[in-house]
């Protein structure tokens, strides 16, 4: 996200408003992000109930009131949680970030690009590599997008560039971090949602250190212990275009320049699927929640008339003291009643509209998330021949082409950092870059498991081409040279 260029003095936003938006965030985005982070995790949380402890799911909060607090008779209903949107995500995170990432240089200058690919390579894994890439594309696809800030050290910037070995030194200077949205409060230009007046970062820092309860805190009645409590403090961070302001408690802590930033607000947004005119992505949790509740409640549901139906049961007429008669195999009941009679009824009957109905539901998980269960390794009967790789895309086509869309909205900010960092190596003179050799581009792997056979005719046709035999090899592994970010 650009930030326009004018100069700011201090944190360069109004205090009011930098409260007015942390407010705004807390009260209209928190609520909705926690609830999609919920759905996600589906954790468990230990109560107490009249009969002990007890176990709740934060799905439950979408089941109908007949299931979590009573139906007719006091009695509650069976709890089934079939939590259907963690594994979808996680398959759709692991198609986009299951296998390292190589990041290339677009600059004309061949030992120029070897230098920038080393430095930013080394950045990235110095940042967390291919796990850091991994919890964003997460957070992004629960939340809907995410945000990337680049760190800058600027004293061990300026010494790198002393150094022979600049590049490498200047890459251990700076440092890659994820900021989720329940942190991050974007200042949006009035003019232009795309771009960046500020970027507030807020938080609670837990300290390594403890208070003792006050005298009036002691004397509280619903106070059970005057024990000691960790202290915790209250950081807001303010990045604007030219300057980086830490605030703790209310108290200003830090302020430096960010003059190596071009005068651009260093944030990298990503949204998990573009929005039209919105600053926020759109999330993969959001539209699934709706069938999960529904599902949840089919499952719930099923359970209840399949513990009612399960076990069977008898009616006797005319029978004494069968009540006090235990019913086991060769159990034999007699009477001289001759109207004497025994019926039995119950067992687990079959409902097809119930499974149709469940059938149904899971089909539109898969239509709506594009994830079929055939990506997470269930292969069922109905899928057809998959003897050739053709035929297994076939399948996924539907998650291989929203990967594919994913993939430019990642790609444009993982590209945006690596900019923003090759600026600021330029800004300390660690190296010579100007703005138009600072571009990249990522080689995105194959997400499916690929034939030896097929790899090794597809690096024959680029060798042809003109490809070069190192490039070549690195792809087949069997390159010395960094594969990419791990």
Not at 96 to 110: C, H, R, W, Y
Not at 213 to 223: H, I, Q, S, T
Not at 314 to 327: C, H, N, Q, R, S
Not at 331 to 336: G, I, L, P, R
Request: aromatic share 6%.
């Amino acid at each position: 996200m650009r930030s326009e260029r004018r100069p700011q003095t201090g944190d360069g936003i109004d205090a009011g408003l930098i409260q007015v938006a942390i407010d705004e965030h807390r009260r209209d985005v928190l609520p909705r992000l926690e609830r999609w982070w919920r759905y996600y995790r589906n954790p468990v949380e230990v109560g107490t109930d009249r009969a002990g402890p007890s176990l709740t799911q934060a799905q439950e909060e979408g089941l109908p009131e007949r299931l979590v607090r009573g139906s007719i008779g006091g009695t509650h209903g069976e709890i089934v949680i079939e939590n259907d949107i963690g594994w979808r995500v996680h398959t759709m995170v692991d198609f986009m970030f299951g296998k390292p990432v190589p990041i290339l240089s677009t600059a004309q200058d061949a030992d120029l690009r070897g230098e920038i690919e080393r430095a930013l390579d080394r950045m990235w894994e110095n940042s967390g590599g291919i796990a850091l890439l991994q919890d964003a594309a997460l957070l992004a696809h629960v939340y809907g997008h995410v945000d990337l800030v680049l760190r800058v050290d600027a004293g061990r910037m300026t010494r790198a560039g002393h150094s022979s070995q600049r590049a490498l030194l200047a890459a251990d200077a700076m440092r890659v971090e994820i900021v989720e949205p329940t942190r991050g409060v974007p200042v949006l230009s009035e003019r232009d949602y795309r771009t960046l007046d500020a970027y507030i970062v807020r938080y609670t820092q837990e300290l390594n250190a403890t208070e003792q309860a006050g005298l009036l805190e002691r004397l509280n009645p619903l106070r059970r212990d005057d024990a000691p409590r960790r202290l915790r403090r209250e950081v807001v961070e303010v990045l604007t275009p030219w300057r980086r302001v830490v605030r703790e408690d209310g108290k200003k802590t830090l302020d430096e320049s960010l003059a190596w930033s071009g005068g651009q607000v260093p944030v990298a947004h990503i949204q998990n699927i573009a929005q039209p005119f919105r600053y926020e992505g759109l999330g993969e949790v959001e539209p699934l929640a709706p069938l999960q509740d529904e599902l949840n409640t089919r499952l719930c549901d099923r359970a209840s008339r399949v513990t009612m139906q399960s076990f069977r049961m008898y009616l006797a007429k005319g029978i004494e003291g069968f009540e006090k008669t235990p019913v086991g195999p060769g159990q034999v009941w007699s009477t001289e009643n001759t109207q004497a009679s025994v019926e039995a009824f119950g067992g687990d009957a079959s409902c097809p509209s119930e499974e149709r109905h469940i059938d149904e539901l899971r089909e539109a998980f898969d239509k709506v998330s594009g994830v079929p269960p055939l990506a997470s390794g269930v292969v069922r009967a109905k899928i057809g021949n998959l003897s050739s790789a053709n035929a297994l895309r076939i399948t996924l086509m539907g998650l291989l082409s929203k990967n594919a869309r994913k993939r430019v909205t990642y790609g444009r900010g993982i590209a945006r950092i690596c900019e923003l960092a090759l600026g600021a190596m330029d800004h300390f003179g660690v190296l010579d870059i100007p703005p138009g050799e600072r571009g990249v581009k990522l080689a995105w792997p194959d997400p499916l498991p690929t034939d030896l056979r097929e790899q090794v005719l597809a690096a024959q046709a680029k060798s042809n081409l003109g490809v070069s035999s190192e490039r070549v090899l690195a792809e087949l592994g069997y390159a010395p040279n960094d594969p990419g970010v791990i």
